[in-house]
């Protein structure tokens, strides 16, 4: 069983900047990144490939966030630039087993971490 651990969340003012990070205690394949707002259900934010060739965002954080990965310290990043409020959550680490190619459906990911609280305020 793979551990996920997540670091990085924390309060910012709309337009500031946040570097996620997600450290995995075995070999993964394709990661990414969901979020879950009170009220609302966990949504897909960014996913990237084993290799990390292939990458996928959500529309609204196109631009803004990018996703990375350093496979020899089995870690995998989320920098988040121009914070909005909407992008307050709590975000989630999750990580396939065996995928190679990324997905943006969080049915295809088998490990998850224990999430890291992300505030933008106005």
């Known amino acids: 069983q793979v551990q996920l651990v997540e670091s990085g969340g924390g309060l910012v003012q709309a337009g500031g900047s946040l570097r996620l990070s997600c450290a995995a205690s075995g070999r993964t394949f394709a990661m990414g990144w969901f979020r879950q707002a009170p009220g609302k259900e966990r949504e897909f934010v960014a996913a990237?490939?084993?290799?990390?060739?292939?990458?996928y965002y959500k529309d609204s954080v196109k631009g803004r966030f990018t996703i990375s990965r350093d496979n020899a310290k089995n870690t995998v990043y989320l920098q988040m630039n121009n914070l909005k409020p909407e992008d307050t959550a709590a975000y989630y680490c999750?990580?396939?087993?065996?995928?190679?190619?990324?997905?943006?459906?969080?049915?295809?990911?088998?490990?998850w971490g224990q999430g890291t609280q992300v505030t933008s305020s106005s």
């Open positions: 990237i490939s084993w290799k990390g060739g292939t990458t």
């Open positions: 999750a990580a396939s087993s065996s995928r190679l190619v990324a997905s943006t459906d969080r049915d295809d990911y088998d490990y």
